[in-house]
């Protein structure tokens, strides 16, 4: 099993540039998480897909943050535009049915000048 | 210069000895928990969960105990390892809330040789 995926690993990008964020779940899972983590605010639930559909998108801090689930298979987050303070490490997280433990990818580590 | 984030509690362990990492929950509805173990620069890594039925669960060199009276749950490692060095994270949900786990910020674990 080769877990979740996460590309890139590694981002750095200059202020008011496009970020897209891609995600690989687990197949077979149903339930896609994307979360970000920082020193300040630790672990924060951004959106949560199951069955593709966007279930709950109140973790978003806004407007230019978008997150799609075009299939099973993919999602993508994007921030457009980038803003210094939304560096941090972006993780995707995938479980079976969202009620039991959800595994997590390597992070996205993004870094906004 | 030095950054300002969460403090994270940190325990620091003797190569060999027992650990024992606790977590303190707030929501008395909350029946399933989970712990995690973050080393840095990775994501997250499911260790042991345990559902609100039991006190007590084990795994390999690991066992999670639940005290719901004081909502109370703590994570016990057996024979500490330098490879157990990382973060540890508790993680809660109700039923209710699907797919919206709660996070600790996390315990610091620092073994020593």
């Known amino acids: 099993d080769a877990g979740v995926i996460q590309s890139p690993r590694h981002e750095v990008t200059e202020m008011g540039q496009e970020v897209t964020l891609r995600c690989k779940p687990i197949?077979?899972?149903?339930?896609l998480f994307w979360y970000r983590q920082t020193m300040m605010r630790g672990l924060e639930l951004l959106i949560y897909f199951n069955n593709n559909v966007p279930i709950d998108d109140s973790g978003m801090p806004e407007d230019r943050f978008s997150a799609k689930m075009p299939n099973a298979s993919f999602s993508t987050l994007k921030i457009q535009p980038s803003e210094p303070r939304d560096s941090a490490v972006y993780f995707c997280?995938?479980?079976?049915?969202?009620?039991?433990?959800?595994?997590f990818g390597p992070g996205t580590r993004l870094l906004v000048l | 210069g030095e950054s300002v984030g969460l403090h994270l509690p940190t325990l620091s362990v003797q190569e060999g000895d027992n650990s024992i990492i606790n977590c303190a929950y707030s929501?008395?509805?909350?029946?399933?928990f989970i712990w995690y173990k973050q080393e840095s620069g990775k994501g997250p890594q499911f260790i042991i969960d345990?559902?609100?039925?039991?006190d007590k669960r084990q795994g390999q060199r690991v066992t999670v105990l639940l005290n719901k009276t004081v909502k109370h749950l703590s994570l016990q490692i057996a024979a500490t390892q330098p490879g157990d060095s990382a973060v540890y994270f508790c993680a809660e949900i109700a039923t209710d809330s699907w797919g919206k786990f709660q996070f600790g910020a996390g315990t610091q674990v620092v073994v020593t040789p």
């Open positions: 345990i559902r609100s039925n039991m």
């Open positions: 929501n008395s509805a909350s029946d399933y």
């Open positions: 197949s077979g899972h149903n339930s």
């Open positions: 997280a995938s479980s079976l049915d969202g009620r039991g433990p959800q595994y």
